[in-house]
């Protein structure tokens, strides 16, 4: 698989089921919203709670509250061994090449899209589970600048560009034009 599989969403299966026993309470039915939960909602909150294992998982363990810009780097490049996008080192004679013509012995890594994605879910998971946003770890400069490093890497390791895409303006809305006045006789 590569990277052109859904990029915006992380998989990690490591014994996800696992991950969700009694740790998180589940929805009450007689909630305010007894809705079911998007896909991107259902997507952060396993995203949250694999972090949270990380963490358990962590030697010593973290506690959230001491966990910094330097654990959630740790944690992305600990995602890599499950990565799915093959992406090529300066030797590789594939280096640049978005489609090589054979195999070669390059890492897969996460692709720069799904870090990014991850990192944008578990910034809002933070906050929504009473993080201050000035004390987000996962929108420290040195997350960002991870990402970044990231990207431009990737894209030239692979001869893809991503260029930010350009938002679509909507269409002017043109005032009607205006009704003459009724006739008062």
Same mark, same amino acid.
């Given at each position: 698989m590569d990277s052109t599989d859904d990029a915006t969403s992380i998989n990690i299966n490591i014994n996800i089921d696992a991950l969700h026993t009694s740790s998180s309470p589940s929805p009450s039915p007689t909630s305010a919203s007894s809705s079911t939960p998007s896909r991107y909602e259902n997507q952060k909150r396993r995203d949250w709670n694999t972090f949270g294992q990380y963490l358990r998982n962590h030697r010593p363990p973290l506690s959230l509250s001491r966990c910094g810009a330097a654990h959630v780097l740790e944690f992305l490049r600990y995602l890599d061994q499950f990565g799915k996008t093959k992406v090529h080192t300066q030797l590789c004679p594939f280096f640049g090449h978005p489609n090589p013509p054979a195999p070669c012995p390059c890492p897969l890594r996460q692709a720069w899209g799904s870090l990014d994605a991850l990192i944008g879910r578990l910034r809002a998971?933070? /906050? /929504?589970?009473?993080?201050?946003p /000035?004390? =987000? *770890?996962?929108?420290? $400069?040195a997350v960002r600048l991870y990402l970044r490093e990231v990207r431009d890497s990737q894209s030239k390791a692979r001869g893809i560009s991503y260029e930010?895409?350009? $938002?679509? $303006? *909507? *269409? @002017?809305? =043109? @005032?009607?034009p205006a009704l003459p006045p009724p006739n008062a006789s």
């Open positions: 998971a933070y /906050e /929504e589970n009473g993080g201050a /000035e004390a =987000n *770890p996962f929108g420290a $400069r930010k895409k350009k $938002r679509k $303006r *909507p *269409p @002017p809305i =043109n @005032p009607s």
